[in-house]
């Protein structure tokens, strides 16, 4: 009964052990722990790993059928350039995406003459709420109790800008035009507060909401920006969710000690934190009202002797004692490239020492 036990952490309530949370990307370790070849058999793969392991919290989900997928890199290569001269690297069972980011932009003017609005998805809001639910009811199907399946964006706000623009024409337009380029973050705004009251609609439980505010050294931009262009709707959009009954995660990348006490007071009730995030300050301020995913360090599974990962374990469970809501995982994937002894070893230690 993970998904239960993914509530009852999520909710604070007590759990017979720290609940775990897993985005795997690794097809050799699901082929040696269950004994089926994840490309000959996607979905029955997932499912039997899912079993073995008792995730409690999936973000790798559960393919849609079972029928044979391409291996693209059964040659042993981890890149390839395509036909249209894409150039792509493995990715777990498949390839990286390409994300071409800002390049339908060449100047500042650009940038400031773009109608944000052009992104609304198509159709009303009770539409919208449709399709999130079918999409939701399928995983679920799916998955059934072995874990929870949440609603979410990639896009909540800064994401908009950063992927539409790209990095350099972003900050460009922020830094020498920051009321029109406020009036843009506004019309991003309007299209994720679309999809918060489309979420709303559902039932899911949890909705997570990603935004790479931050990197390895903290917030991007300073405090006093983002109170004036982001935390404002944060509060709107989380309160929508809020209203509905809805739990709210919050994902960002990089450390995110600089921003947490403000993400909190918007009303995010989670965070989902890398390893470059301390997260025993935030524990020990907010560990008896959120929950906590993550922080395992994949640097450590993918390079790390035993020793090492049985001590990173250990010290993820020893700062998730101080919470009942933490959920013990690797931020962000176990990826194809960590030693499947590693993986291994890793559940193991988990096994042994993740008790309550």
Known sequence: MSRQRALDAI????????????????????????????????????????????????FAGIPATDD????????????????????????????????DWGSDFATLEQVLAYDPLGEMPAGSVEELAVRYQASLDRQRALAGDRHLVMGGTYLTLFMWPLMTFGWELFLEAAAAEPERFK???????????????????????????????????????????????????????????????????????????????????????????????????IIARYGGEKFFLGNVDSRVISYGTPAEIEAEV????????????YFIGVTNEITYNAPTENVFTYFRCIEQYGGR
């Not at 931009?221 to 809020?242: C, D, V």
């Not at 009730?269 to 300050?281: I, N, Q, S």
Request: hydrophobic fraction near 40%.
């Open 183 to 281: 009036e843009i973050l506004n019309g991003f705004a309007r299209v994720s507060e679309r999809t918060m009251a489309a979420w709303a609609r559902t039932d899911v439980e949890v909705v997570s909401c990603h935004d790479d505010i931050c990197m390895t050294r903290g917030s991007i931009f300073s405090p006093a920006w983002l109170e004036e262009m982001i935390y404002p709707h944060y509060t709107r959009f989380w309160r929508l969710l809020h209203d509905a009954g809805k739990k709210v995660l919050f994902i960002s990348d990089g450390c995110v000690n600089p921003v947490a006490d403000a993400v909190f007071t918007c009303g995010a009730d989670g965070l989902f934190a890398e390893p470059h995030t301390d997260l025993v300050p």
């Open 11 to 58: 909710h604070l309530r007590p759990t017979d052990r720290i609940p775990r949370v897993e985005c795997l990307q690794h097809p050799e370790f699901e082929r040696a722990l269950t004994g089926i070849d994840p490309y000959q058999h996607p979905q029955q793969a997932r499912l039997a790993l899912l079993d073995r392991l008792d995730l409690d919290i999936n």
């Open 68 to 99: 044979p997928i391409d291996d693209p890199f059964a040659d042993g290569a981890t890149s390839k350039t395509l036909a249209d001269g894409r150039h792509v690297v493995r990715w777990g069972a498949t390839t990286t995406s390409h994300w």
């Open 314 to 325: 250990r010290r993820c469970v020893a700062m998730g004692q101080g919470a009942p809501g």
